[in-house]
């Protein structure tokens, strides 16, 4: 376990970012986090800042404080009944690593969430979601670290507090613990969720027949590199934006000026609209300003072409959020945390 100064966090951030922290160290146990916690550095009140997979991360500036990067190892069956294996992975083992896994393995109900970019510790943490299916779904409990008196924590489902994109961990817990290991409940006998339309059309192109939590797999998989881009490719962070929650009569009469709008409705009579449609809208989809770009399939995504620093995507991030207020009345908020 080495402490390093001025590291570059580069290869650590899926945007590609050049930026450097002052002190660096990785973990892969509990007892090095704990006895990086008791270096006098972390004794005297500062906070560290927890690297995952760094995909969900845009660094603006070279980071003065110390960056701490999750490498805990590990994926068990820790306990089964008549519908579930209890499936517990540690926080620093590649997300879709595990989906693999538990395909191999025919642990279903992951299957909707592959190709997400990421770490295991993450997933909680923004409760991830795709094409029909959210980690709160599939989530039995995890365990963390609280980073100021380092005891250790279970929470369960209805502790995370998990919302759209949403947890505890992001709210009022926000920086106090570091999730050690998740444990999934993951069925015996799938159920299948193929409600996300393109999935569908997927598994009728694949002409799949007998349906299995591998073909669902394949298909999202299909879906995602047809349209986001390889993040070792072309540096991103999956969605910088959340899609927003309008009421029911902003709706009404945004429909009217745009018959066409997308929408889905949710709980408590509120319509999603998807944030894509409304940048596209505004003419920015496959924009590019130097080397920050809105990628030009899935408008949802900025991009890095290359060296574009964290400043200039937040600048193309400002445009769109204006030029989509102005037009829509909507302010989009930014997924991706900024540092
Ligand atoms: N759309 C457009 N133009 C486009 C692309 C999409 O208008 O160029 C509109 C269409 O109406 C389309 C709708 O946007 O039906 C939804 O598009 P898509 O299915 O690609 O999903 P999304 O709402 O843009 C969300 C998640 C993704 C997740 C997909 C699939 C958020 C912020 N993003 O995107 O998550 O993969 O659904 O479930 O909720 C991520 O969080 O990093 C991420 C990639």
Redesign the pocket.
């Known amino acids: 376990m080495q402490i390093h100064e001025n590291f570059s966090l580069k290869p650590l951030n899926t945007f590609a970012i050049a930026a450097k922290a002052r002190f660096f160290a990785s973990f892969s146990s509990v007892e090095e986090l704990q006895s990086l916690l008791n270096t006098k550095y972390f004794l005297d009140g500062n906070q560290p800042i927890i690297l995952g997979g760094g995909s969900n991360i845009l660094f603006t500036k070279d980071v003065d404080g110390f960056v701490l990067k999750n490498d805990l190892r590990g994926i068990s069956v820790v306990a089964e009944d008549d519908v579930f294996y209890y499936v517990k992975a540690a926080a620093g083992e590649v997300w879709h690593q595990l989906v693999e896994y538990c395909l191999q393995h025919n642990y279903a109900g992951l299957e909707n969430l592959s190709l997400?970019p990421g770490n295991v510790g993450a997933s909680p943490m923004q409760n991830?979601?795709?094409?029909?299916v959210e980690i709160k779904d599939v989530f039995h409990e995890l365990e963390a670290l609280h980073v100021k008196e380092h005891y250790l924590r279970t929470f369960t489902l209805t502790e995370c507090a998990f919302g759209?994109?949403e947890s505890i961990f992001k709210k009022t817990l926000k920086n106090q613990f570091i999730i050690l290991n998740v444990t999934f409940k993951l069925r015996k006998a799938p159920v299948f969720n193929t409600s996300?339309g393109?999935i569908e059309q997927e598994l009728n192109k694949m002409r799949v027949t007998t349906l299995s939590i591998q073909h669902i797999a394949q298909a999202v998989i299909q879906i995602?590199q047809s349209?986001?881009p390889d993040p070792k490719v072309m540096g991103n962070?999956?969605?910088f934006?959340?899609?927003p929650t309008i009421s029911a009569a902003s709706f009404v009469s945004l429909q009217q000026l745009w018959p066409t709008i997308?929408f889905y409705e949710v709980p408590q009579q509120l319509y999603k609209i998807?944030?894509?449609?409304l940048i596209?809208q505004c003419g920015f989809?496959g924009y590019r300003k130097g080397d920050a770009g809105c990628n030009p399939?899935?408008?949802?995504?900025l991009v890095n072409y290359g060296a574009a620093s964290g400043a200039e995507i937040i600048a193309l991030s400002q445009m769109i959020i204006d030029a989509v207020q102005n037009r829509f009345g909507i302010v989009l908020e930014r997924?991706v945390n900024i540092l």
């Open positions: 997400i991830i979601g795709a094409y029909g759209y994109r996300y393109a995602r349209k986001l962070a999956g969605s934006f959340k899609n997308p998807p944030a894509a449609w596209e989809k399939l899935q408008p949802l995504v997924e």
